[in-house]
């Protein structure tokens, strides 16, 4: 794939840097959106890419993902080294000693509600399900084949989500999600700058909770738009698959930076 000459002369300055942070999204980035959100895996190039970029010196890879920990970590298979933001920054993962997520008695009671109030929406609509997440829940509507149906079902549920105290509503692509502990993309990626301090980072999303985690880019970071709409990132590329060859030719312009040195 040829890049766009904007995002190659982007990862010309941004891949000679001494030290790199390279964010990752799932679903819709690193994997293909599926209508079983427990059959999504990684795109085997972009598996390869990842892998590879990993092993690189002075590289940083990390997910910031929706996804609850456990499963980013189950699903993604992600290097060795990589550090796991999921819950959209929620839960965190920076090594053995990370401490896991804990709800207070009232955000425990909230969560239950947030989830009881999904679960009598979904029942009410064959395909609609309800994913159970540590900061609250999701419903899904991508299993309807109708699409204009499916965003009816997501209106309802934004109703009924209206009135559960301390829910947080988080919009997405055929899904609907409502946390009790406040969390962006964004946030997660400050932290992890704050926690690897690196020259420049790059993010790479999909969805409506990624222009969160593109908003907070700075100059010399690369933000990457997987797929169509509006967005804040500097970049585009069509399709998920497209993003191996983003990484790859990180690995190439740092190895041709370091032949040279």
């Not at 970029?53 to 993604?76: C, K, N």
């Not at 309807?144 to 549920?157: F, K, N, R, T």
């Amino acid at each position: 794939m040829a890049l766009p000459p904007d995002l190659e002369a982007a990862l010309k300055d941004f891949a000679v840097r001494e030290s790199l942070l390279v964010c990752l999204d799932f679903d819709g980035c690193v994997a293909e959106l599926v209508a079983d959100a427990a059959s999504a895996r990684p795109i085997p190039g972009n598996a390869e890419a990842i892998e590879r970029l990993a092993q690189v010196d002075g590289v940083t890879i990390a997910y910031v993902s929706g996804r609850p920990l456990q499963t980013l970590h189950e699903l993604a298979s992600p290097p060795a080294d990589a550090l796991l933001f999921g819950s959209h920054g929620a839960e965190r993962w920076m090594g053995p000693d990370s401490p896991g997520l804990e709800l207070d008695t009232a955000q425990t009671a909230e969560r239950r509600e947030v989830l009881s109030t999904l679960e009598s929406v979904a029942a009410e609509h064959e395909g609609a399900w309800v994913e159970h997440k540590p900061a609250g829940g999701a419903i899904h509507v991508r299993p309807i084949e109708d699409e204009v149906y499916g965003e009816a079902v997501l209106d309802e549920a934004r109703s009924a989500l209206a009135m559960v105290d301390g829910a947080h509503i988080k919009e997405g692509k055929q899904i609907l999600e409502a946390v009790v502990v406040k969390s962006t993309k964004g946030e997660a990626i400050e932290e992890l700058r704050d926690w690897t301090s690196p020259d420049a980072v790059f993010f790479a999303g999909d969805d409506v909770t990624d222009e969160q985690g593109f908003a907070v880019l700075r100059a010399g970071d690369v933000g990457l738009k997987i797929g169509q709409g509006e967005t804040k990132a500097g970049f585009r590329v069509p399709e998920p698959s497209d993003l191996a060859a983003v990484l790859h030719r990180i690995i190439e312009l740092r190895a041709q930076a370091d032949s040279s040195a």
